[in-house]
T-cell receptor, first 111, second 112 residues
Framework: SQQGEEDPQALSIQEGENATMNCSYKTSINNLQWYRQNSGRGLVHLILIRSNEREKHSGRLRVTLDTSKKSSSLLITASRAADTASYFCATDENQGGKLIFGQGTELSVKP | DAGITQSPRHKVTETGTPVTLRCHQTENHRYMYWYRQDPGHGLRLIHYSYGVKDTDKGEVSDGYSVSRSKTEDFLLTLESATSSQTSVYFC???????????FGSGTRLTVV
């Protein structure tokens, strides 16, 4: 089952621009998480937002969560070439199940 | 990540042979997970463990078994490998269920 669906599937921007990725999910959650995957590597945890939070920041990352719309967005500000990677959202299905990952957004940041 | 290692990194095997992938952690985390990653499917949970000898099935467990006899090791076995099990396999660990996973570097398995 696919809990999180990311949008867009692919995004190409210039260095210095902001990148926004969206995630929609289906069931009630305790938390939503974002991960980054560089080519050929494992996923790296970026940020976790709890269901009672609406916005969270970490460095150049900003995550919002709208539980009424069952959606989240990840904003990367002032992007760098090193941000080129795939980004995945993950949710705990039905508040306590294991993490379910979406298919990811492939971000390309051109120098 | 230094706290979690997967072996082997790459493996080619023949259809019908058993294969065991190993995940080893040095973080003493209670929870361990096996996922497979395929184009068009993202990551899908195969099996997970919430302690020594405590394991359970995930979304795509058919054809796979697991064992956890020690906190630090979580083994994934393909009992009789099939071409549909060609994939990249990731192990993940967590000290709290469904919170902040740390992933290994993956094992690329090809079944010919």
């Amino acid at each position: 089952s696919q809990q999180g669906e990311e949008d867009p599937q692919a995004l190409s921007i210039q260095e210095g621009e902001n990148a926004t990725m969206n995630c929609s999910y289906k069931t009630s959650i305790n938390n939503l998480q974002w991960y980054r995957q560089n080519s050929g590597r494992g996923l790296v945890h970026l940020i976790l937002i709890r269901s009672n939070e609406r916005e969270k920041h970490s460095g150049r990352l900003r995550v919002t969560l709208d539980t009424s719309k069952k959606s989240s967005s990840l904003l990367i500000t002032a992007s760098r070439a090193a941000d080129t990677a795939s980004y995945f959202c993950a949710t705990d299905e039905n508040q306590g199940g294991k993490l379910i990952f979406g298919q990811g957004t492939e971000l390309s940041v051109k120098p | 990540d230094a706290g979690i290692t997967q072996s082997p990194r790459h493996k080619v095997t023949e259809t019908g042979t058993p294969v065991t992938l190993r995940c080893h952690q040095t973080e003493n985390h209670r929870y361990m997970y096996w996922y497979r990653q395929d184009p068009g499917h993202g990551l899908r949970l195969i099996h997970y463990s919430y302690g020594v000898k405590d394991t359970d099935k995930g979304e795509v467990s058919d054809g796979y078994s697991v064992s956890r006899s020690k906190t630090e090791d979580f083994l994934l076995t393909l009992e009789s490998a099939t071409s549909s099990q060609t994939s990249v396999y990731f192990c993940a660990i967590s000290d709290r269920d469904s919170y902040g996973y740390t992933f290994g570097s993956g094992t690329r398995l090809t079944v010919v």
